[in-house]
């Protein structure tokens, strides 16, 4: 069992910078790949992005590429994302999740968070 809990949504203007939060305690959390996925009301949800078990892979939606990073930190069994130059449309609950497989695919993972609201004002 590996349970995450986001943190570090806020409301933010448009142009600002953010990073998102995953922490996760549990089973070993180097067993898992790490993605990232957001929703909206009404939505299917939507894939961010996604690291590797090292940290050394990663994968990321077309619209958010070049804009946000996904990082890991195994020490502190920590998944970050950091998002820049936020655009309206980045609007959405953000939840991270781990999973065994590779992939966009929300059904390749099996943990999920809570999630956390980020905002981004025009």
């Known amino acids: 069992q590996v349970q995450l809990v986001e943190s570090g949504g806020r409301l933010v203007q448009a142009g600002d910078s953010l990073r998102l939060s995953c922490a996760a305690s549990?089973?070993?959390?180097?067993?898992?790949?790490m993605g990232w996925f957001r929703q909206t009301p009404g939505k299917e949800r939507e894939f961010v992005a996604v690291?590797?078990?090292?940290?050394?892979?990663?994968n990321y939606a077309d619209s958010v590429k070049g804009r946000f990073t996904i990082s890991r930190d195994n020490a502190k069994n920590t998944v970050y994302l950091q998002m820049n130059s936020l655009k309206p449309e980045d609007t959405a609950v953000y939840s991270c999740?781990?999973?065994?497989?590779?992939?966009?695919?929300?059904?390749?993972?099996?943990?999920w968070g809570q999630g956390t609201q980020v905002t981004v004002s025009s």
């Open positions: 999740a781990a999973g065994s497989g590779w992939g966009r695919a929300a059904a390749l993972y099996k943990y």
């Open positions: 549990g089973r070993t959390f180097t067993s898992y790949k």
């Open positions: 690291i590797g078990r090292s940290g050394a892979v990663t």
